[in-house]
């Protein structure tokens, strides 16, 4: 069994739902002790999610996400996820590109500097999500700074096809089993489904 945190619902934001554009509080978690995933509730009330990382440190680049549909006991692997993520180092005139249809987790992050597999990376990023029972989709953004001094600016995009809207996500570095998230912020925001 793998070594994961659970974040879950803290309940209603008054301040956010009623008068910060929509936007609820559902949970947020700190990380302070090394952790091989984290795993974060998807409140069956909301279809339309933003997740935001500060601070979020690892052991690894490329941070994947992963589904589960049983409340977290497992985890989708199989060939469907798809992902894209377009990087490039702060001042580079070149833009690189990584993606792949039809692999066991979306990659969610990427930055040069590959060989160095165990250099702390830490990521601030923001993820818009659509989780229905047709599609789990995600886009977002966000920059990579590792402790060689490299920035690495970062837009992602990706999608699982889906018979049922997923109950949790999963962010683990899966092609690297040694390496571990470190540290980090993270929160998950649902948008208000009414006017």
Do not use: W
């Not at 209603?12 to 090394?34: F, H």
């Not at 690892?58 to 409340?71: V, W």
């Not at 040694?178 to 912020?185: D, K, P, V």
Request: hydrophobic content about 35%; charged content about 15%; some cysteine.
């Amino acid at each position: 069994m793998t070594n994961a945190r659970t974040l879950g619902n803290i309940g209603r934001n008054a301040d956010l739902e009623d008068g910060g554009g929509g936007l609820t509080l559902l949970s947020k978690d700190t990380i302070t002790t090394a952790v091989s995933a984290v795993d974060i509730t998807l409140p069956a009330a909301y279809t339309r999610y933003r997740l935001v990382l500060e601070g979020f440190k690892t052991e690894n680049f490329t941070n994947c996400l992963r589904l589960s549909y049983d409340g977290g006991s497992t985890f989708a692997t199989g060939t469907a996820y798809a992902y894209r993520v377009l990087f490039a180092t702060f001042g580079a005139s070149t833009v690189s590109y990584s993606g792949y249809s039809g692999d066991s987790a979306a990659i969610v992050s990427y930055a040069f500097g590959g060989s160095n597999t165990n250099q702390p990376y830490e990521n601030n990023s923001t993820f818009n999500i659509i989780n229905n029972a047709v599609l789990f989709s995600y886009e977002g953004g966000g920059n990579l700074h590792d402790n060689a001094g490299t920035d690495t600016q970062m837009v992602f995009t990706g999608r699982r096809v889906q018979t049922a809207k997923a109950d949790t996500l999963r962010f683990v570095l899966a092609f690297h089993a040694t390496s571990q998230i470190t540290a980090g912020t993270i929160s998950l925001y649902g948008y208000r489904e009414t006017v």
